[in-house]
């Protein structure tokens, strides 16, 4: 067995090593690369993408963990040997049912998907989406009818972003969620849009202005410099490379400070989940996130429940008066601060949706992607549809498609069976927070004094050291003993808007 594993291991290490590469080249592209290079990176992606391919469904993988499973019986279900083996005979399994044909295919369409998305986007005309999205639809039909054995289509697209999650927990979930909402926004939104964050952050400020406050909030939250880096990015987004290699970017808007503050809250609680797997999980493949609503889950936590709290608004509103240099309301405090960020608002776009407002715009896209893809909505009628439920569910009228259905890249992408992750993760933020706070009841006092130490040590033992040992559910049930629901979410939001005087007391 020892040989056998050691093998395990040397593939496990080169598969991590090409995914490490893979990411490299994305982060590359999405934040230096010159805009020309852009065929070249498409064809340098495509072979290293064949090759990783080659690499995880190669039938010696399949012997491999064929030769281990009877010995690995005996291990203790929870060891490193054990979850690596199972993790990787997913990942085997999963890639031999792909047909080398449908794959290029399904390039191919997110390729174009995004370019028809892009145009249709531009000139705000859903006509010339239809096609490329009934393509990706029916590719995914194709793709489904690969695992015949799933208890409903839609299972096999979310498997891929959600390990193990069905179609029939997540249903009834989202839609209780909902229910919840709806009332809630009637009962705190005002009747218009209204600027973000209520405006306290419109300043002015200048980019060099803004990346040296938003590098001093996180130097004391935990960047450390030597091993991480802050570039801009148009749509920010967060990449671990590895032990001593984090990078996240952010994205600067002059009239917009909060632009930058939250989403480098947002991007820090992703690249400190990448960052803290526990080292020996390096170069195994389980030096990964668990899923992308756990992933979601940390940098909520860091944007909503830690960075729009009392507490942080207390420790960083002097902060900010004195990096920013000026620009703050004058007579803002941080109680006006607190109820600044937290102000709720109807909204017409999702990035730019409040904490309350945002589950909505995303519970929206799941039904009608479900809806999309079990045969009850044809895609001609999606553009009615959406703009329907935004005024049932959020009170607002759609003026044109690309503030309505056009208004997200992922459908074009073929991504279906993403959208509910981001809720997912702002559900499971919400019930890792309660039991977070149960066990450190003094995180309020320490985070307003700006010692975040507390914080961070909770989520690398309960969280980040696992990487993908325990799927969704299961590290739930091993911290806070539950499955997933609504409920803490709803909680903790009603009981931050009676706090921000939204909601009153009684409500
Ligand atoms: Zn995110």
Not at 9 to 21: K, M, S, T
Not at 71 to 97: F, M, Q, T, W
Not at 373 to 381: F, K, N, Q
Not at 391 to 405: C, I, K
Request: charged share 25%; hydrophobic share 40%.
């Amino acid at each position: 067995m020892g040989d056998d594993l050691a093998q395990l291991r040397v593939r496990a290490a080169e598969l991590a090593d090409l995914h490490g590469v893979t990411g490299l080249l994305h982060w590359d592209q999405h934040t230096t690369m010159p805009p020309a290079g852009g065929a070249t990176r498409a064809e340098r992606l495509a072979t290293l993408d064949a090759v990783t391919h080659a690499r995880l469904t190669d039938p010696a993988l399949g012997r491999l963990l064929d030769a281990l499973e009877p010995r690995l019986r005996d291990e203790d279900p929870d060891s490193n040997d054990v979850r690596l083996a199972r993790r990787l005979r997913r990942d085997h399994e999963k890639a031999v049912r792909i047909p080398a044909e449908l794959s290029a295919e399904l390039t191919r369409a997110a390729s174009l998907g995004q370019e028809a998305w892009l145009d249709a986007h531009q000139a705000g005309d859903f006509g010339r989406f239809r096609d490329a999205l009934e393509r990706q639809v029916e590719l995914r039909h194709r793709y489904v009818a690969l695992f015949g054995e799933a208890e409903h289509p839609y299972d096999v697209l979310l498997d891929d972003y959600e390990p193990g999650m069905r179609t029939a927990e997540v249903v009834p979930v989202l839609a209780e969620l909902r229910d919840g909402l709806v009332p809630l926004v009637q009962a705190t939104a005002g009747p218009d849009e209204e600027p973000r964050n209520a405006g306290v952050f419109a300043g002015p400020w200048d980019v060099a202005t803004q990346r040296h406050a938003v590098l001093d909030v996180l130097g004391a939250i935990g960047y450390d410099p030597d091993a991480w880096r802050l570039d801009p990015a148009p749509h920010p987004f967060a990449m671990g490379m590895g032990p001593g290699d984090t990078r996240i970017t952010t994205r600067y808007d002059e009239h917009d400070f909060g632009m930058a503050l939250y989403s480098v809250l947002h991007e820090f609680g992703h690249g400190l989940y990448d960052a803290r797997h526990a080292p020996e999980l390096a170069r195994t493949t389980l030096d990964a996130p668990a899923s992308l609503a756990v992933h979601e889950s940390q940098s909520r936590m860091w944007e909503n429940l830690v960075g729009r709290g009392r507490p942080f608004c207390v420790w960083v509103l002097p902060r900010l008066r004195e990096t920013l240099g000026g620009g703050l309301p004058p007579g803002l405090d941080a109680d006006g601060l607190f109820r600044a960020v937290n102000a709720v608002s109807r909204s017409l776009i999702r990035v730019e949706a409040d904490e309350t407002t945002y589950n909505l715009h995303v519970v929206l896209r799941f039904e009608l992607e479900l809806a999309l893809i079990d045969g009850t909505l044809a895609v001609d009628d999606l553009p009615a549809a959406w703009n329907a439920r935004m005024l049932s569910d959020l009170g607002v009228e759609v003026a044109d498609d690309r503030e309505g259905v056009l208004q997200d890249i992922h459908w074009g992408m073929g991504a279906i069976g993403y959208f509910a992750t981001y809720t997912l993760g702002n559900l499971v933020a919400a019930q890792l927070w309660r039991r977070l706070r149960a066990d450190v009841p003094d995180l309020d006092a320490a985070i307003e004094t700006g010692d975040f130490a507390p914080l961070r040590e909770w989520l690398g033992e309960h969280v980040h050291r696992h990487g993908r040992k325990f799927d969704t559910r299961e590290l739930l049930a091993r911290v806070t003993g539950e499955g997933l629901s609504p409920q803490p979410f709803l909680g903790y939001l009603r009981a931050k808007l009676k706090d921000t005087g939204a909601l009153p007391p009684g409500a």
